[in-house]
């Protein structure tokens, strides 16, 4: 029969799995809704001349949007795109980061935007005009009475595979962070007793043992924390949706309060605090009102009198590049503490 502690093993690592598998199928969804977008992506960019532009009377929907267009000339509209760039509210410089061209194509004209060159070819989207662009473009009589020679749509030299390769590699990203969360769980759900926890249980002797009691200590805590943390004589249990671990008293190293100061621009904000209690085998970090953090770290000490206690550089120090002497040193506090009867 599993025992309590394999029981929420198991658990929780199913609830890992499941949520990654949903994130990982919606995730593919979304990458593969937009069709027309990836056919482009893969088969374009599309050679398109006038008989082809001529034929698009819907511009959000024609299937060939990616375009490669000659223009016979290329004519300077006077439009010009600039970045601004501001801060604190106030404009400090700007810069040109596009230009618009008017591309004759027979008796039409093909508006592109570049990049600023006078390139009589020209790759990129097709895409309705901005509202703006069209005001600057036909602010006169004249220019109005050619709006008809111009298609209704203009193409956008901004790389059109960019968001393509980005959503790419956010893809890989995902992937690997699923391969790294959602594998392990996996394997602790179809055999829990390959998870860290129940070998470094069972380390400690007697697992059926020390499921019941860290159970009946999770059931009638004694003292509650933050993020799922319970406190009884002996463990440390934190139990969540995601996660589940069991720390013992008698492996605590160091605990100390952690103060984070807040501020937002240079303007204090508050503080956080935080317990730490460093283990073998792992760290609780409870976080809550000063008060509370106080609490658990006095009921801490009352269980671990010989472990490190309160917070300096030097104990920092020794803890992250000296491990080993550090655990000799609270290992020889442990040895003064039980000599002296209890008392260190």
Same mark, same amino acid.
């Given at each position: 029969?599993?025992?309590?502690?394999?029981?929420?093993?198991?658990?929780?690592?199913?609830?890992?799995?499941?949520? +990654?598998?949903?994130?990982?199928?919606?995730?593919?969804?979304?990458?593969?809704?937009?069709?027309?977008?990836?056919?482009?992506?893969?088969?374009?960019?599309?050679?398109?001349?006038?008989?082809?532009?001529?034929?698009?009377?819907? &511009?959000?929907?024609?299937?060939?949007?990616?375009?490669?267009?000659?223009?016979?000339?290329?004519?300077?509209?006077?439009?010009?795109?600039? *970045?601004?760039?501001?801060?604190?509210?106030?404009?400090?410089?700007?810069?040109?980061?596009?230009?618009?061209?008017?591309?004759?194509?027979?008796?039409?004209?093909?508006?592109?935007?570049?990049?600023?060159?006078?390139?009589?070819?020209?790759?990129?989207?097709?895409?309705?005009?901005?509202?703006?662009?069209?005001?600057?473009?036909?602010?006169?009589?004249?220019?109005?009475?050619?709006?008809?020679?111009?298609?209704?749509?203009?193409?956008?030299?901004?790389?059109?595979?960019?968001?393509?390769?980005?959503? %790419?590699?956010?893809?890989?990203?995902?992937?690997?962070?699923?391969?790294?969360?959602?594998?392990?769980? +996996?394997?602790? +759900?179809?055999?829990?007793?390959?998870?860290?926890?129940?070998?470094?249980?069972?380390?400690?002797?007697?697992?059926?043992? &020390?499921?019941?009691?860290?159970?009946?200590?999770?059931?009638?805590?004694?003292?509650?924390?933050?993020?799922? +943390?319970?406190?009884?004589?002996?463990?440390?249990?934190?139990? *969540?949706?995601?996660?589940?671990?069991?720390?013992?008293?008698?492996?605590?190293?160091?605990?100390?309060?952690? %103060?984070?100061?807040?501020?937002?621009?240079?303007?204090?904000?508050?503080?956080?605090?935080?317990?730490?209690?460093?283990?073998?085998?792992?760290?609780?970090?409870?976080?809550?009102?000063?008060?509370?953090?106080?609490?658990?770290?006095?009921?801490?000490?009352?269980?671990?009198?010989?472990?490190?206690?309160?917070?300096?550089?030097?104990?920092?120090?020794?803890?992250?590049?000296?491990?080993?002497?550090?655990?000799?040193?609270?290992?020889?506090?442990?040895?003064?503490?039980? *000599?002296?009867?209890?008392?260190?």
């Amino acid at each position: 029969m599993d025992s309590w502690i394999v029981k929420r093993i198991r658990a929780t690592s199913l609830r890992r799995v499941f949520v +990654w598998s949903l994130a990982l199928v919606g995730g593919v969804v979304l990458a593969t809704s937009d069709h027309r977008y990836i056919a482009n992506f893969l088969r374009g960019p599309y050679p398109l001349v006038q008989a082809d532009l001529d034929s698009i009377h819907d &511009v959000t929907l024609t299937p060939r949007y990616y375009a490669r267009v000659a223009g016979d000339r290329v004519i300077d509209t006077g439009i010009r795109q600039y *970045t601004i760039h501001r801060q604190n509210g106030i404009e400090t410089s700007r810069e040109e980061s596009g230009a618009y061209n008017a591309f004759a194509m027979g008796n039409r004209f093909l508006v592109v935007r570049t990049g600023g060159d006078d390139s009589q070819i020209a790759e990129g989207k097709l895409a309705p005009w901005p509202e703006d662009l069209e005001t600057q473009l036909f602010d006169s009589k004249e220019m109005r009475s050619l709006r008809s020679s111009f298609y209704p749509f203009y193409l956008d030299s901004d790389s059109f595979r960019r968001p393509g390769f980005v959503v %790419i590699g956010i893809g890989v990203l995902f992937l690997v962070l699923f391969m790294w969360q959602a594998l392990p769980a +996996w394997r602790a +759900w179809r055999d829990p007793e390959r998870h860290p926890l129940a070998q470094r249980i069972a380390q400690w002797g007697d697992p059926m043992g &020390v499921a019941l009691a860290a159970e009946h200590e999770f059931d009638n805590a004694l003292l509650r924390g933050n993020a799922g +943390w319970r406190l009884g004589n002996k463990y440390l249990v934190r139990s *969540t949706f995601f996660s589940f671990n069991v720390l013992r008293f008698q492996d605590v190293l160091w605990a100390y309060k952690k %103060i984070t100061k807040h501020s937002v621009n240079f303007i204090p904000t508050g503080k956080t605090y935080e317990a730490i209690v460093a283990c073998y085998g792992g760290t609780a970090t409870i976080r809550g009102k000063e008060k509370k953090v106080n609490e658990l770290l006095a009921f801490v000490q009352q269980r671990a009198p010989w472990a490190m206690h309160g917070y300096s550089d030097d104990l920092a120090s020794a803890f992250t590049k000296r491990r080993q002497e550090f655990s000799r040193t609270v290992e020889q506090r442990r040895q003064d503490w039980k *000599t002296q009867g209890g008392k260190i």
